[in-house]
């Protein structure tokens, strides 16, 4: 972990960080979250956020066109293959929420005994915290108020198709 921690920071050190980052401090800050479980738990829910076309694009500071969905597709092809872009994206998708699986991160904020009545009184104040935090601005896609809270919406519950399948799984022996 700690060489993955420095090919990170040598990463994010050139290409700057994003909504990912923006979410998890402001998580972090208010429930004592280390910082890299947060990232883990809002990394899913934002590739999937940035590998869709964003319905106005404002490019971020250094950026002229929307590229994120296809870098996905490059990347998720070079590592996991795949010869469509869209199944290249969805690769790397699948090795994403595989790492974070087998690293046994915790994959939702619920998970992490917050409660939700404590998660949905501050979910205004997270909403505003993550848009105001200078990470979001370097994002490829630039999230509005409410993309921001169905992010971190997303992060409390999980997507349902995993709720489905890890109740599927806690209680297949049954």
């Known amino acids: 972990m700690a060489n993955a921690a420095t090919l990170a920071g040598l990463a994010f050190s050139n290409a700057f960080v994003g909504a990912c980052h923006a979410l998890a401090h402001a998580t972090g800050a208010r429930f004592g979250i280390a910082h890299g479980r947060a990232n883990g738990i809002f990394l899913p829910h934002v590739l999937r956020y940035n590998a869709a076309l964003p319905s106005k694009f404002m490019p971020s500071p250094g950026s002229s066109a929307y590229v994120a969905p296809d870098k996905y597709a490059q990347l998720g092809r070079v590592v996991f293959g795949g010869h469509e872009p869209e199944e290249s994206r969805r690769r790397l998708l699948r090795g994403v929420e595989g790492l974070l699986d087998r690293l046994e991160m915790p994959r939702t904020l619920s998970g992490l ?29 630039m999230p ?20 489905t399948d890890a109740h599927r799984h806690r209680h297949a022996g049954r």
């Open 113 to 141: 005994g917050i409660a939700e009545d404590e998660f949905l009184a501050g979910l205004p104040s997270l909403t505003m915290a993550a848009f105001r935090d200078l990470s979001n601005r370097t994002n490829q896609r």
């Open 144 to 163: 509005l108020l409410d993309e921001l809270t169905a992010l971190l919406r997303l992060s409390y519950h999980g997507e349902p198709e995993r709720r």
